[in-house]
């Protein structure tokens, strides 16, 4: 049921500005990894992925970090623009055997 | 390009009604399919995969079902459904069990 009182990370930025949403995940042995985007009453939007033998990948407006040595994940967004608001997860797995992370609300402000 | 379409968006079901939310996806053929049910928390549950027309696999005992009568198309069922049935829930594409597309949700409210 509902949670009352749930509180995410939230992250306010300026529109044009970049932002940087960070993760950080537990299995070692996690070897895909996946950032989505979800607004509000709307299902999950598939962002970027990275496979754990890459450092950097990069998108359009969008970079992701994967530093395996701490077991940490970032997601990048250049330009954040008003659009860009929405709760972010990372998230570990595939399809199948698929964890999302906590997530975290971007805000982007006028 | 792939779509995946899922409906309704929301729907209100008294308590021992029946339940169908139906998925289809277009662009691509033989996906691997899956329903998920996303808590308040975020935490994300599979509830079914299929691989193929008339493949099911069920990861946790529950009050649904699933069925997929054809290549494109998969849903979600229950003959009788419970308070504990309310959420939101998610229909998801795969080419082969990597990436998740996900649908738009279902948020079901069971009264």
């Known amino acids: 049921g509902e949670s009352v009182g749930l509180h995410l990370p939230t992250l306010s930025v300026q529109e044009g500005d970049n932002s940087i949403i960070n993760c950080a995940y537990s299995?070692?042995?996690?070897?895909?990894f996946i950032w989505y985007k979800q607004e509000s009453g709307k299902g999950p939007q598939f962002i970027i992925d990275i496979r754990s033998n890459m450092d950097k990948r990069q998108g359009q407006r969008v970079t992701v970090l994967l530093n395996k040595t701490v077991k940490h994940l970032s997601l990048q967004i250049a330009a954040t623009q008003p659009g860009d608001s929405a709760v972010y997860f990372c998230?570990?797995?595939?399809?199948?055997?698929?964890?999302f992370g906590s997530g975290t609300q971007l805000t982007v402000l006028p | 390009s792939q779509t995946i379409h899922q409906w309704p968006a929301t729907l209100v079901q008294p308590v021992g009604s029946p339940l169908s939310l139906e998925c289809t996806v277009e662009?691509?053929?033989?996906?691997?399919l899956y329903w998920y049910r996303q808590a308040a928390g975020r935490g994300l549950q599979l509830l079914f995969y299929?691989?193929?027309?008339?493949?099911i696999s069920s990861e946790v005992p529950q009050n649904l079902s699933a069925s997929r009568p054809q290549d494109r198309q998969f849903i979600l069922s229950s003959k009788k459904l419970l308070l504990s049935d309310s959420g939101f829930y998610l229909c998801?594409?795969?080419?082969?069990?990597?990436?998740?597309?996900f649908g738009q949700g279902t948020r079901l409210t069971v009264v």
């Open positions: 299929s691989v193929g027309i008339g493949q």
């Open positions: 299995n070692s042995a996690s070897d895909y």
């Open positions: 662009g691509t053929s033989n996906p691997n």
């Open positions: 998801a594409w795969s080419p082969t069990n990597t990436e998740a597309f």
């Open positions: 998230a570990e797995g595939t399809a199948r055997q698929l964890t």
